[in-house]
Structures are given as structure tokens and as C-alpha cells.
């Protein structure tokens, strides 16, 4: 079993920043592909930022610039600084990761959601 659990989401005045992380745990040999997701209701689940198993990153355009993703493999997190929020930032960002198990099974997992907020 393999488990995501994201944290890190709250509310943000616009302009500030918020720091997302994403820990995974279970039995895992390896972590590929990693990415995060947002999605408002009413609307699809959309990609802001991502690692390539190669180790590339890519970002939305609405994101580039103000958002980082980064990851720790030895800790098995990934993160996203979060800066210059704007309030069509507001969502719930899930994480999305590539793991390979112990037994060599490669899924696709997803973290429950943190919901972040951009208000004053």
C-alpha cells in the first residue's frame, strides 16, 4: 500500500506565500513521475507543476514564475512554493505520484487534497 498525504494549505492574503508538501510513505522501491494538481468545483482537475521521471520540471503558464516545485527523494516529499499568490490561486492542490513497489508494480497515487485559499 502506498499512501500520499499533502499538508500546508490555509488561507493567504494576495501576494503571500504558502508552502505545500507532500509526503509519501508505504512500500515503495522508487518515485517517479511527481506532480501537482489544482481543481476549483465545477471545474477539472488541472496540472501546475511537475517533475518528469528524467528529472525536468514544467509549470503552467498561469504559475510560472511565482511557483516551484521541488522534491527530496531520500525523505520521499515533494513540495510547492507558493509565491505571489493571487486569489485565482484558490483550489484544492492534490499531489500526484509515480511509484514503483517493492514487488516492481508502477501506479499512480494521489494525496487527498489541501484546500489554499487566496482572500484578504
Known amino acids: 500500500q502506498v499512501q500520499l498525504v499533502e499538508s500546508g494549505g490555509g488561507l493567504a492574503q494576495p501576494g503571500g506565500s504558502r508552502r505545500l508538501s507532500c509526503q509519501a510513505s508505504g512500500s515503495i522501491f522508487r518515485l517517479n513521475a511527481m506532480a501537482w494538481y489544482r481543481q476549483v468545483p465545477g471545474s477539472q482537475r488541472d496540472l501546475v507543476a511537475s517533475f518528469t521521471s528524467g528529472g525536468d520540471t514544467n509549470y503552467a503558464d498561469a504559475v510560472k514564475g511565482r511557483f516551484t516545485i521541488s522534491r527530496d527523494n531520500t525523505k520521499k516529499m515533494m513540495y510547492l512554493q507558493m509565491n505571489s499568490l493571487r486569489p485565482e490561486d484558490t483550489a484544492v492542490y492534490y499531489c500526484?505520484?509515480?511509484?514503483?513497489?517493492?514487488?516492481?508494480?508502477?501506479?499512480?497515487?494521489w494525496g487527498q487534497g489541501t484546500q489554499v485559499t487566496v482572500s484578504s
Open positions: 500526484n505520484v509515480e511509484v514503483v513497489t517493492w514487488t516492481m508494480r508502477r501506479d499512480a497515487y
